[in-house]
């Protein structure tokens, strides 16, 4: 067999494989420690956009300054998003604080 023409196949099966590989995109979600209730539902409404287009879900809650203090508030605002959003998606990663910002993900259930 000739070599060149054995890469050529090579690449060619790679090529397929790669165009078969699901992409898995990232949306993200930002909340800040004091959110109103209206700014909470308009997010919630992108949140289940894009869990029902079938991208994870990274929703964050950013503190600034002294907002910190807050942190019991980011995670229960994390917490009732799960909640909110239990039947379109299951929650990957619980809220965990990183630096300033409380992060959690969720990712889309499977159709049936």
């Given at each position: 067999?000739?070599?060149?023409?054995f890469l050529y196949e090579q690449k060619k099966r790679e090529k397929a494989l790669k165009a078969k590989a699901s992409k898995v995109t990232i949306k993200e979600?930002?909340?800040g420690p004091q959110t109103d209730d209206h700014d909470y539902e308009f997010k919630k409404k992108h949140a289940e956009k894009f869990l029902k287009d079938g991208a994870k879900l990274k929703?964050?809650?950013?503190?600034?300054?002294?907002?910190?203090?807050?942190?019991e508030q980011g995670q229960i605002l994390l917490l009732r998003l799960a909640q909110d959003l239990e039947e379109l998606g299951k929650v990957e990663q619980m809220p965990r604080l990183e630096g300033k910002r409380m992060t959690m993900f969720i990712?889309?259930?499977?159709?049936?």
């Open positions: 067999m000739d070599y060149k023409k979600i930002r909340f929703a964050f809650v950013f503190f600034k300054g002294r907002s910190i203090i807050f942190k990712a889309p259930k499977k159709p049936k």
